[in-house]
């Protein structure tokens, strides 16, 4: 190739950029021992929100999860553990079927939910505040939205029609 034809491609490559314009903005708040990333729409959070939850050992990794939800625009808010593991909890209203699938397609896009021996995902539960304010941990947790209404276990695949039905809540 001469010089002329590396110079007319490299002058129509195009470096890639950050996807900066595409985020929206996230104030970022430590209290309670828990970091919060607080999206512009956190207000839209009512009375049947809740969460899906990842639990981490990266505190690193959690940070940029939480915060990249947010500015993506997959939730309204997110938060995780002050500390070096623990827990992240992604918020959405609980009967906003399209949100659930936007964040489980972005758990699914990064390996956020743990897979069993045989490769199939843990049927992991969406917990609203509700359940979290009264005291509803282990067993005497009863989840009514779980990953099984949205994703094929086996697979990691989405359902094409999801089994979810928020008038049932």
């Not at 009512?46 to 625009?73: H, L, P, T």
């Not at 972005?106 to 005291?135: H, P, V």
């Amino acid at each position: 190739m001469s010089e002329d034809e590396i110079a007319f491609i490299e002058s129509t490559i195009k470096p890639m950029e950050p996807e900066s314009e595409h985020t929206l903005p996230v104030s970022e708040v430590s209290a309670g021992g828990w970091v919060f990333y607080i999206g512009e729409d956190a207000e839209s959070l009512g009375d049947k929100c809740g969460k899906w939850m990842y639990f981490f050992n990266d505190r690193s990794f959690a940070e940029k999860i939480c915060r990249q939800a947010v500015e993506q625009g997959v939730v309204a808010e997110s938060k995780h553990s002050d500390a070096d593991d623990g827990v992240c909890c992604f918020y959405i209203n609980g009967d906003d079927a399209a949100a659930h699938q936007r964040l489980i397609q972005f758990f699914l896009d990064n390996d956020l939910i743990r897979k069993k021996k045989d490769g199939g995902l843990y049927n992991i539960s969406f917990k609203f505040d509700t359940q979290t304010r009264a005291g509803e941990y282990g067993e005497e947790f009863d989840s009514h939205i779980k990953l099984e209404q949205f994703v094929d276990l086996n697979t990691g695949k989405m359902l094409e029609h999801p089994t979810f039905q928020p008038e049932d809540l």
